[in-house]
């Protein structure tokens, strides 16, 4: 199905681009949430109309996600994790675990998806990169520690 996008979407483009998607997809998830619209004959053309109130849509967006940057930039979470005697985890750290960490130390919307995660097997400090927006990301410290 050709939809139009009405905000930057991860993994599907910028806002006001012109992509196909699976119908499912389009109809099931991104029209009923507002983030897309039918790319028929009539949205098409009124697409040039439109394309202000978007721009000023992702640019609100944008500076929310800008604020929240600013509110977990460079912050230190942490998650107790068992490990062995080296210090290797015996669990996995997952997106999850991270997202509600953050939300149980601040007061901030954020989805598991919003985490850019690569897989984490020891102790200690590591930087984990949260993708808030578009093109703006944010660098926290994950510091997990054996637990007790």
Not at 16 to 31: E, Q, S
Not at 37 to 56: C, F, G, P, R
Request: net charge positive; no cysteine; glycine share 6%.
């Amino acid at each position: 199905m050709e939809i139009i996008i009405l905000e930057s979407l991860n993994k599907l483009g910028k806002a006001g681009d012109v992509v196909n998607v699976k119908d499912g997809f389009a109809r099931n998830f991104l029209i009923p949430q507002k983030k897309a619209i039918v790319a028929n004959k009539k949205n098409k053309s009124d697409l040039e109309k439109k394309m202000s109130e978007i721009e000023k849509n992702n640019q609100i967006k944008v500076k929310e996600a800008q604020d929240v940057k600013s509110k977990i930039e460079g912050k230190t979470i942490k998650i107790e994790m068992e490990s062995n005697e080296e210090g290797n985890l015996y669990g996995a750290v997952t997106q999850k675990s991270i997202v509600e960490s953050i939300l149980g130390s601040m007061s901030i919307k954020l989805s598991t998806d919003s985490v850019i995660l690569t897989p984490i097997k020891a102790l200690g400090m590591h930087e984990i990169k949260i993708h808030l927006y578009d093109e703006v990301y944010a660098n926290i410290n994950l510091e997990i520690i054996n637990k007790s």
